[in-house]
């Protein structure tokens, strides 16, 4: 009996002694776990801070442009239809040239003037660089007028071709990003801006059929006002001049983000935006942005 006795007591406390190493190794299993997930947690965040920085920095160069009169008010405002590269056009090339060179996510920016007067540069054509002039006349008559230079040759935006003018029917005031860009904020300086109040963002969605370039790649609209300096346009003493902008830019390097971080075979990792769609992904579905995005397999907060 006191055999059997000690054979039960040296089971039970063989069993206890396996419960604990199962509850330290549970604790360890479950620390390293939480190590390892707020590390690939931090590494995205790292990462896409990285992407995103840049287009955010495109309103502090724009409004240091204004302030410092980089970009004049008074030839911006008194842009008129013509076969040359006004001075006004030149200017806006001279700040957005450097930005679009430097990181190539950029597609497009978009400046609307508060007489509709509209300047764009954009890189959606895939071998050339181009400033255009969108000259308003009424909401069928839009003249537009374009400079452009080859990505190869490096010119200054200066140094650009001019291409006969054409027509068009548009009107800034109508457009979606133009109204959600006019109700945010155009004073804040950069670093005392509240997001939420001075940035608004479409997408992510694909380049309308219309638009120049790869209408395939995935792309996002972010939106910002600029309040320009009191009575610089037209001599206008003590009135209030905007101008609203819409910057398009791909988010497919995003993708690239996500596929360096390894999440192993029974991890998933995906980025999305506020409103829970997907913006890149690693094992869902198949992979692919556009059929996460748009269609049956659209994530679903």
């Not at 006969?164 to 945010?184: M, N």
């Not at 997001?195 to 939106?223: C, H, I, R, Y």
């Not at 905007?242 to 990792?269: E, P, T, Y």
Request: aromatic share 12%.
């Amino acid at each position: 009996r006191f055999t059997v006795f000690l054979t039960i007591t040296s089971l039970i406390a063989a069993i206890f002694v396996l419960i604990n190493i199962m509850s330290y190794y549970r604790a360890a299993y479950d620390e390293v776990g939480t190590t390892l997930v707020a590390s690939v947690v931090a590494q995205v965040r790292s990462d896409v801070s990285k992407f995103f920085v840049p287009k955010f920095n495109i309103r502090s160069v724009f409004q240091f442009a204004i302030n410092t009169k980089q970009i004049n008010t008074q030839d911006v405002w008194t842009l008129a239809p013509g076969g040359a590269l006004s001075i006004g056009m030149g200017q806006y090339a001279d700040v957005m040239g450097p930005l679009f060179y430097s990181d190539k996510d950029f597609l497009a920016a978009y400046q609307a003037n508060d007489n509709r007067q509209v300047l764009k540069y954009a890189g959606e054509i895939p071998d050339e660089w181009f400033t255009e002039h969108r000259h308003y006349v009424n909401a069928s008559y839009q003249e537009r007028l374009r400079c452009w230079v080859t990505r190869e040759s490096n010119d200054n935006p200066r140094d650009c071709t001019m291409k006969s003018p054409s027509i068009k029917s548009y009107d800034p005031f109508a457009q979606g990003w133009y109204e959600a860009a006019d109700v945010l904020d155009g004073k804040c300086a950069a670093e005392a801006c509240d997001n939420s109040k001075t940035f608004a963002w479409e997408g992510p969605g694909f380049q309308s059929a219309l638009a120049e370039g790869d209408t395939d790649k995935p792309v996002f609209n972010m939106m910002f006002k600029l309040d320009w300096p009191v009575g610089t346009v037209g001599g206008a003493t003590g009135t209030k001049h905007w101008s609203n902008f819409k910057v398009k830019f791909l988010i497919d390097q995003l993708q690239n983000v996500v596929d360096a971080v390894v999440v192993g075979k029974n991890g998933d990792l995906a980025i999305a935006n506020q409103d829970g769609q997907i913006l890149a992904a690693q094992s869902l579905s198949d992979g692919s942005i556009q059929e996460l995005v748009d269609g049956e397999k659209a994530f679903k907060k």
